[in-house]
Protein backbone atom coordinates (compact mmCIF):
# COMPACT_ATOMS: atom_id res chain seq x y z
CA UNK A 1 0.00 0.00 0.00
CA UNK A 2 2.73 2.80 0.81
CA UNK A 3 4.68 1.50 -1.97
CA UNK A 4 2.53 1.89 -4.62
CA UNK A 5 2.06 5.07 -6.88
CA UNK A 6 -0.69 6.29 -8.20
CA UNK A 7 -0.38 6.11 -11.92
CA UNK A 8 -3.03 8.58 -14.15
CA UNK A 9 -4.67 6.91 -16.82
CA UNK A 10 -3.53 7.45 -20.06
CA UNK A 11 -5.72 9.71 -22.78
CA UNK A 12 -5.71 8.25 -25.89
CA UNK A 13 -4.99 11.36 -28.72
CA UNK A 14 -7.00 9.79 -31.16
CA UNK A 15 -9.90 8.66 -29.07
CA UNK A 16 -9.73 12.43 -27.79
CA UNK A 17 -9.63 13.42 -31.38
CA UNK A 18 -12.67 10.73 -31.70
CA UNK A 19 -14.72 12.44 -29.06
CA UNK A 20 -14.05 16.11 -29.72
CA UNK A 21 -14.82 16.21 -33.80
CA UNK A 22 -18.12 13.56 -32.93
CA UNK A 23 -19.49 16.13 -30.65
CA UNK A 24 -18.75 18.68 -33.18
CA UNK A 25 -19.68 16.94 -36.38
CA UNK A 26 -23.44 16.32 -34.29
CA UNK A 27 -23.76 19.67 -32.95
CA UNK A 28 -22.73 21.08 -36.88
CA UNK A 29 -25.76 18.78 -38.15
CA UNK A 30 -28.04 19.41 -35.56
CA UNK A 31 -27.36 23.43 -35.56
CA UNK A 32 -25.56 24.34 -38.29
CA UNK A 33 -28.31 21.88 -41.25
CA UNK A 34 -31.37 20.76 -39.01
CA UNK A 35 -31.49 24.63 -37.05
CA UNK A 36 -30.42 27.13 -39.80
CA UNK A 37 -28.81 25.98 -42.81
CA UNK A 38 -27.01 28.62 -44.41
CA UNK A 39 -27.76 30.27 -47.80
CA UNK A 40 -24.05 29.28 -49.06
CA UNK A 41 -24.21 25.65 -47.75
CA UNK A 42 -27.52 24.87 -49.29
CA UNK A 43 -26.57 26.20 -52.55
CA UNK A 44 -23.28 24.38 -52.64
CA UNK A 45 -25.48 21.10 -51.63
CA UNK A 46 -27.87 21.36 -54.52
CA UNK A 47 -26.73 18.66 -56.40
CA UNK A 48 -26.94 16.81 -53.63
CA UNK A 49 -30.37 18.16 -52.36
CA UNK A 50 -31.83 16.99 -55.46
CA UNK A 51 -31.20 13.34 -54.60
CA UNK A 52 -31.34 13.34 -50.36
CA UNK A 53 -33.81 16.15 -48.23
CA UNK A 54 -31.81 18.23 -46.48
CA UNK A 55 -32.80 16.78 -42.88
CA UNK A 56 -32.01 13.75 -43.55
CA UNK A 57 -28.12 14.91 -44.28
CA UNK A 58 -28.34 16.62 -41.07
CA UNK A 59 -29.46 14.24 -39.20
CA UNK A 60 -27.14 11.79 -40.96
CA UNK A 61 -24.29 14.38 -39.38
CA UNK A 62 -26.02 14.14 -35.79
CA UNK A 63 -25.98 10.40 -36.07
CA UNK A 64 -22.64 9.93 -37.63
CA UNK A 65 -21.34 12.44 -35.08
CA UNK A 66 -22.85 10.66 -31.88
CA UNK A 67 -21.25 7.21 -33.37
CA UNK A 68 -17.95 8.56 -33.60
CA UNK A 69 -18.07 10.26 -29.96
CA UNK A 70 -19.23 6.70 -28.63
CA UNK A 71 -16.36 5.25 -30.66
CA UNK A 72 -13.73 7.37 -28.93
CA UNK A 73 -15.20 6.52 -24.82
CA UNK A 74 -14.43 2.68 -25.78
CA UNK A 75 -10.85 1.42 -24.62
CA UNK A 76 -9.08 -1.07 -26.47
CA UNK A 77 -11.37 -1.27 -29.45
CA UNK A 78 -9.57 -0.45 -32.64
CA UNK A 79 -12.43 -1.98 -34.80
CA UNK A 80 -15.07 0.46 -32.81
CA UNK A 81 -11.94 3.16 -33.37
CA UNK A 82 -11.61 2.44 -37.16
CA UNK A 83 -15.75 2.56 -37.43
CA UNK A 84 -15.42 6.51 -35.59
CA UNK A 85 -13.52 7.16 -38.08
CA UNK A 86 -15.28 6.45 -40.53
CA UNK A 87 -17.96 7.78 -39.13
CA UNK A 88 -16.70 11.17 -38.90
CA UNK A 89 -14.85 11.06 -42.71
CA UNK A 90 -18.33 10.12 -44.67
CA UNK A 91 -19.87 13.48 -44.20
CA UNK A 92 -16.62 15.06 -44.42
CA UNK A 93 -16.36 13.72 -47.60
CA UNK A 94 -19.50 13.73 -49.24
CA UNK A 95 -19.60 17.73 -48.22
CA UNK A 96 -16.50 18.08 -49.95
CA UNK A 97 -17.44 16.16 -53.02
CA UNK A 98 -20.33 18.12 -53.32
CA UNK A 99 -18.87 21.82 -52.58
CA UNK A 100 -16.42 20.81 -55.52
CA UNK A 101 -18.76 20.00 -57.81
CA UNK A 102 -20.72 23.13 -56.76
CA UNK A 103 -17.28 25.22 -57.28
CA UNK A 104 -17.02 23.69 -60.85
CA UNK A 105 -20.25 24.15 -62.11
CA UNK A 106 -23.03 26.59 -60.72
CA UNK A 107 -21.48 28.50 -57.43
CA UNK A 108 -17.44 29.18 -57.66
CA UNK A 109 -17.98 30.54 -54.41
CA UNK A 110 -17.88 27.11 -52.61
CA UNK A 111 -14.33 26.56 -53.91
CA UNK A 112 -12.90 27.51 -50.22
CA UNK A 113 -15.58 25.10 -48.54
CA UNK A 114 -14.51 22.27 -50.67
CA UNK A 115 -10.98 22.68 -49.43
CA UNK A 116 -12.02 22.80 -46.01
CA UNK A 117 -14.04 20.03 -46.38
CA UNK A 118 -11.51 18.13 -48.69
CA UNK A 119 -8.69 18.73 -45.72
CA UNK A 120 -10.74 17.92 -42.75
CA UNK A 121 -11.78 14.73 -44.89
CA UNK A 122 -7.94 13.84 -45.16
CA UNK A 123 -6.66 14.82 -41.76
CA UNK A 124 -9.29 12.22 -40.23
CA UNK A 125 -7.50 9.05 -42.70
CA UNK A 126 -4.12 10.46 -41.29
CA UNK A 127 -5.11 10.64 -37.81
CA UNK A 128 -7.29 7.17 -38.19
CA UNK A 129 -3.73 5.39 -39.62
CA UNK A 130 -1.65 6.72 -36.32
CA UNK A 131 -0.74 5.11 -33.24
CA UNK A 132 -1.39 6.25 -29.80
CA UNK A 133 2.38 7.12 -28.24
CA UNK A 134 3.36 4.08 -25.45
CA UNK A 135 2.22 4.64 -22.08
CA UNK A 136 5.41 6.29 -20.23
CA UNK A 137 6.55 2.68 -18.20
CA UNK A 138 6.80 1.27 -21.96
CA UNK A 139 8.69 4.68 -23.02
CA UNK A 140 12.93 4.38 -23.95
CA UNK A 141 14.38 6.45 -21.68
CA UNK A 142 15.95 9.83 -22.62
CA UNK A 143 19.73 10.38 -22.95
Known sequence: MWGATARRPVVSRRRAFLVTLGAGWAGYGGLGILGDPRYGTAR????????????????MWVVLGVLALLSGLVVNCPRVQA?????LAVPAGLWAGSFA??????????VGSACGWGAFTIGVVLVSGMDDPPPPHLRKARR
Open 44 to 59: SLASLTQRVPLTVLGW
Open 83 to 87: AGFAA
Open 101 to 110: VAAATTYPAA
